[in-house]
């Protein structure tokens, strides 16, 4: 798998050199692909690259904010869902679930509670 990851890196570097240009589809298969490798520096790289694009899309967001839960980056991911509500995307249930679960996991019933505060705090 580490070999296909790098082999899908180097096509996603020639694309830009071939005038095309990455998707959606193609950023959040990078994301997943580098975070299940454990390279989250990696896929934090493609993020920030995907950011940096005129793309708008919630599933990049929801990706990027599913894996670092599951890694446990619980206020990162609570950053990301804040730079996600900004952009005005509407969120679903599961990005809020997997959030709220994730802080109470790793902070507890305060932690939760502050959570609670801050997307009070984002409006509705």
């Keep these: 798998m580490v070999s ?3 082999d899908a890196r180097a096509l ?3 694309i830009s050199k071939m005038e095309l240009v990455a998707n959606s589809v193609t950023y959040c298969a990078m994301i997943d692909g580098y975070f299940k490798l454990g390279r989250v520096d990696e896929a934090l790289e493609i993020f920030d690259e995907f950011r940096r694009t005129s793309i708008s899309s919630v599933e990049c967001y929801r990706c990027i904010i599913n894996r670092l839960c599951k890694k446990g980056m619980v206020d990162m991911a609570t950053e990301v869902f804040i730079e996600l509500k900004e952009k005005g995307f509407g969120l679903d249930l599961g990005i809020y679930k997997i959030l ?3 802080t109470y996991a790793k902070e507890g019933v305060f932690g939760v509670l ?3 505060h ?3 705090s984002l409006g509705p």
């Design 100 to 102: 709220i679960k994730t």
């Design 12 to 14: 996603y570097k020639e």
């Design 114 to 116: 502050d959570l609670v």
């Design 4 to 6: 296909a990851q790098e």
């Design 118 to 120: 801050i997307i009070k």
